[in-house]
């Protein structure tokens, strides 16, 4: 006998829960516990009293899985609400990466050109190296930190991605 | 007017103010101040129990029996250790339970103190919320609001954890409930659209079923009457899950009898073969289900269920409702007014057809008491006295669901999700608390007993005069019956060697011992446990080698069904063994 694996999509959740202690081990308890996948996962807290926290995951599996994520999420005390931005229609989704870069002479000018493409800022800078910050889409960041193998790259920190939905509404 | 009160008085006190006339516990050093309060409390009747998880059932069998929220104090450690299967249990089974733990002081908390373990941590994943309090300030919003959660919605255990620190200095207390956010709003009724839309596709059925759940029961007394009302009107044949027996009477000539694994023939063929299937507070588990791709093909499937994330979950269903099934089902037969049902006689025909094939009959004991037969006579001589049944885990389980017949709501408890053994003998303790003038008898097996028997000592001490009726077929039955039918019967460890003698076991608690040896005794020795007047152990030795049908092998669809006297290969395919 063999294991089968089925297959997935991927989403985006946002996840409004009450600030408290515990609540990201209980969100991300749930996910080990039931079996579902973390791709990405970010969280800080966004009211004026502190009290509310935004979680954004995101996560894959098939259509019935994905109901699922939500409605358990859902049935957590601490959450208040919870948005598949894939789902509800167009939305953006933004990350931030810094990108630290080591080099002298051509790749070094190659490195700042190409961090000029893509908008990046430097945000530390010494005679062999760049740290570039560089916000944008998933696949942006992907694209920039590939070419940046091949100019030096020492590392990378990425953030994990935030969404919102666009539009006037608020989530 | 207000107070200066101790965390531990304030706790007390809450629990008071709740309403709490139980609390199933045991000491230790990181509880001590609560039990110094509890010492001078009038209100509050503390339970002393033998073991943390008996504690756990107890207030289990006291929640289910009564409705009203179980509660439990325990110590840090290895008491909220012991305790946690019993709060796993409740989870599983939706059961009311308020769990007060007691935790080393804040200082000492992530220090490996002694006897510190992280109760918030282990308990996250079996409770339906958890709390850890750090500041006395906080503990009687806490608890106001554990307790709305816990016995609100879909019910379940809520842990609070409190440092022995925060237990002894003080807080102000006032005398109204504390304020706090209300942050916890279940959804109780469902949208009047889909409430005519379940009408409709009832009105328009020819072969309806109604499989219902221990959603109904939690759902509290009216929502059994609902439903028979409901029934009466459509007509529909009705079946229930594990935990849902009693919500609909097992006399009424639409009852088919529990469905599932252990279900009737009727009931699983008439799952399979329904054109509408309404699911009432059930949670298509797989006990119940059989093979998913097989499972009622042809039916448009109606779920009413109080969690949102049973619906959907395992079965893609045609309408699901958010909502508690009594006020659903209040919804639903307004909804109906006076419509006529269908005719449903030639429905009812094809029922009738597979009711002949007798599927609970078995074949007469050789030498011994068959075990079904047993029970069959515990219900004839005591089903006057309206009893509450608890169960252990195993063969005697299913043979009580079977031939003990459930008349009303919140006399049967048993542990349907978690399937724990030990859970029946505290259970009853707690269900004899909760209803001193019932009949409250434990249909135990002899492995199972085992799990919990230190709770004879509770009954004792308490003066509870629980009945404890052993089915002793000298093996875990259970266990022994899928080894026969997946391993051709390689016995592995499946022999209950060593059993004591339970006659002289009970005796030495304090208790009535009675054994039963064969059919002619079968009887008298029932009546002479009915006729003490203090707890009985009967030791009724059954026949060893019966089997429990009919049985939708794992793996199989419910028109796979074997029953008694089908010739079985004694092997499986690896695909259905690995399932559970
Ligand atoms: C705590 C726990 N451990 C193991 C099991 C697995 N199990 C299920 S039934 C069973 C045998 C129960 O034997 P007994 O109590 O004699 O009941 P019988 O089946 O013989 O009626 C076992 C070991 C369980 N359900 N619970
Ligand atoms: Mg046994």
Redesign the interface.
């Known amino acids: 006998m063999k294991i089968q694996h089925r297959a997935s999509e991927r989403h985006v959740l946002t996840v409004v829960v009450d600030n408290e202690p515990g609540i990201l081990a209980k969100i991300t308890g749930l996910f080990t516990a039931r079996g579902y996948n973390i791709d990405s996962l970010t969280v800080a807290d966004i009211s004026e009293d502190h009290a509310i926290s935004r979680i954004t995951i995101v996560t894959g599996g098939p259509p019935q899985v994905i109901d699922q994520i939500q409605a358990q999420l859902e049935r957590l005390v601490p959450v208040h609400r919870v948005i598949d931005l894939t789902e509800e229609g167009p939305h953006v989704e933004r990350e931030l990466a810094l990108v630290k870069v080591r080099g002298t002479g051509e790749t070094r000018v190659e490195a700042l050109r190409t961090a000029e493409v893509f908008r990046a800022n430097v945000v530390d800078t010494t005679p062999e190296s760049f740290i570039f910050e560089l916000t944008g889409s998933s696949t942006k960041i992907d694209s920039f930190v590939g070419l940046m193998r091949g100019l030096g790259l020492v590392e990378v920190g990425r953030s994990g991605i935030v969404g919102m939905m666009r539009g006037a509404e608020g989530a | 007017m207000s107070e200066e009160r101790s965390g531990a008085a304030i706790l007390v006190e809450c629990l008071a103010r709740q309403g709490v006339e139980f609390v199933f516990g045991y000491p230790g050093g990181a509880v001590l101040p609560i039990y110094d309060e509890l010492f001078s409390d009038t209100r509050i009747r503390h339970i002393l129990v033998r073991h943390e998880a008996g504690a756990a059932h107890a207030a289990e069998g006291y929640a289910r029996s009564t409705g009203k929220p179980g509660v439990v104090l325990v110590t840090s450690g290895p008491g909220a250790t012991n305790a946690i299967t019993g709060i796993a249990d409740a989870y599983m089974d939706s059961i009311p339970m308020v769990v007060i733990t007691g935790q080393v002081p804040t200082p000492l908390i992530g220090t490996d103190a002694f006897q510190e373990a992280d109760t ?2 282990l308990t ?2 079996c409770t ?2 958890n709390y ?1 309090v750090k500041d006395p300030e906080d503990l009687a919003a806490t608890i106001e609001e554990a307790f709305e ?1 816990a016995t609100t919605g879909r019910p379940g255990p809520v842990v609070i954890d409190i440092p022995k620190n925060v237990q002894i200095a003080t807080a102000l207390q006032g005398d109204g409930p504390a304020p706090r956010k209300k ?2 709003q279940p959804r109780m009724i469902g949208a009047p659209e889909e409430i005519a839309e379940a009408v409709e596709m009832i009105a328009q059925a020819e072969r309806p079923i109604f499989y219902t759940g221990g959603g109904v029961i939690n759902s509290g007394p009216k929502a059994t009457e609902l439903l028979r009302q409901l029934q009466s009107i459509t007509g529909a044949p009705t079946t229930s899950t594990l935990m849902g027996l009693g919500a609909f009477a097992a006399d009424h000539p639409d009852w088919l009898g529990m469905l599932g694994m252990h279900g009737t023939f009727e009931a699983n063929m008439a799952m399979n073969q329904c054109d509408v299937m309404v699911c009432i507070g059930a949670r298509f588990d797989d006990r119940v289900t059989g093979r998913l791709d097989a499972f009622s093909p042809g039916s448009k499937k109606i779920h009413i269920d109080i ?3 049973s ?3 395992i079965v ?1 269903v045609d309408l699901g409702i958010v909502g508690d099934c009594g006020a659903v089902l209040e919804q639903m037969i307004a909804c109906w007014g006076d419509r006529k049902c269908r005719d449903l006689g030639e429905w009812k025909a094809r029922i009738a057809g597979w009711r002949a094939r007798d599927s609970l009959a078995y074949p007469p004991g050789k030498d011994a008491i068959m075990p079904q037969l047993a029970v069959e006579r515990l219900f004839a001589l005591t089903r006057q006295r309206d009893p509450i049944i608890t169960t252990e885990v195993g063969q005697h389980q299913m043979w009580a669901a079977q031939y003990f017949g459930f008349m009303g709501p919140n006399k049967w408890l048993t542990s349907g999700g978690l399937g724990t053994m030990g859970y029946g003998l505290p259970a009853a303790i707690g269900a004899q608390l909760g209803n001193p003038d019932s009949l409250v008898i434990d249909i135990a097996g002899e492995a199972s007993i085992q799990m919990n028997i230190q709770e004879l000592g509770t009954a004792s001490q308490f003066r509870l005069p629980v009945k404890v009726f052993i089915l002793n077929n000298e093996y875990m039955g259970m266990v022994r019956q899928w080894q026969e039918l997946t391993y051709e019967s390689r016995y592995s460890n499946s022999y209950s060697d060593s059993l004591p003698d339970f006659v002289k076991l009970a005796e030495s608690y304090g208790w009535k011992g009675i054994r039963i040896t064969d059919e002619a005794g079968l009887d008298a020795g029932i009546q002479a446990m009915l006729d003490h007047d203090g707890p009985v152990m009967v030791d009724c030795q059954v026949s060893k080698d019966a089997n429990c049908f009919p049985m939708i092998p794992s793996g199989a669809a419910h028109t796979d069904m074997l029953l008694y006297g089908d010739l079985v290969g004694g092997t499986m395919e ?2 259905a063994k ?1 399932l559970v």
């Open positions: 918030v941590g996250r994943h339906k919320h850890l959660i942050r916890y969690d949102r994330s619906i959907n979950k893609p690896d695909e690995a």
